[in-house]
């Protein structure tokens, strides 16, 4: 069953704009994962928070994991055509030594 | 460094058809998994491994069986193919389970099952 769940499920923007998908998820969790699947392609991953942590970055990314709404954000800012890609958020609240995986968000960015 | 790498990339299967996707990772990473991607509903994880010589069930793991008798292979089987198992399959591996750090993902293999 998916531990995370994505909001929203589509996002539609012009290029130069900032992009922020949110994730929520169910039970406690060590770190929040952010990953990136490009049309036909495998995921990538971007980027992991600890749940001791409150905000990442990495270049034009932007984490934030507020453990007590059991909720994470990812921003993109200053879009790009390339981001268009879907993003799903992963938890470590898996049994089997793996992570769960949402549904993701869809992200369109137009030139 | 070509990571991780899935064999085949496409298939189109009749029911009953047997077939066997591979997965090789070049990162000498412990942990491997296998993932299924359905419209809609994120991935879902069949089976995993922990190490040579090890498999276990995933969430989903009914009409499907996995070996990993070489550390770097783990390979995906399916018996006797159903239209149900049509989907998108990944594979992944974690040098530590994923939770120390992420999962490297291969490409995938587009399978239906007609």
């Known amino acids: 069953s998916q531990q995370g769940e994505e909001d929203p499920q589509a996002l539609s923007i012009q290029e130069g704009e900032n992009a922020t998908m949110n994730c929520s998820y169910k039970?406690?969790?060590?770190?929040l994962q952010w990953y990136r699947q490009n049309s036909g392609r495998g995921l990538v991953h971007l980027i992991l928070i600890r749940s001791n942590e409150r905000e990442k970055h990495s270049g034009r990314l932007r984490v934030t994991l507020d453990t007590s709404k059991k909720s994470s954000s990812l921003l993109i800012t200053a879009s790009r055509a390339a981001d268009t890609a879907s993003y799903f958020c992963?938890?470590?609240?898996?049994?089997?030594?793996?992570?769960?995986f949402g549904a993701g968000t869809r992200l369109t960015v137009k030139p | 460094n070509a990571g991780v790498t899935q064999t085949p990339k496409f298939r189109v299967l009749k029911t009953g058809q047997s077939m066997t996707l591979l997965c090789a990772q070049d990162m000498n990473h412990e942990y491997m998994y296998w993932y299924r991607q359905d419209p809609g509903m994120g991935l879902r994880l069949i089976h995993y491994?922990?190490?040579?010589?090890?498999?276990a069930k995933g969430e989903v793991p009914d009409g499907y069986n996995v070996s990993r008798l070489k550390k770097q292979n783990f390979l995906l089987g399916l018996e006797s193919a159903a239209p149900s198992q049509t989907s998108v399959y990944f594979c992944?591996?974690?040098?530590?389970?994923?939770?120390?750090?992420?999962?490297?993902f291969g490409s995938g293999t587009r399978l239906t099952v007609v």
């Open positions: 039970t406690s969790i060590n770190n």
């Open positions: 491994s922990v190490g040579e010589g090890t498999t």
């Open positions: 992963a938890t470590d609240a898996g049994s089997n030594n793996d992570m769960r």
């Open positions: 992944a591996s974690s040098s530590t389970g994923g939770r120390a750090n992420g999962y490297t």
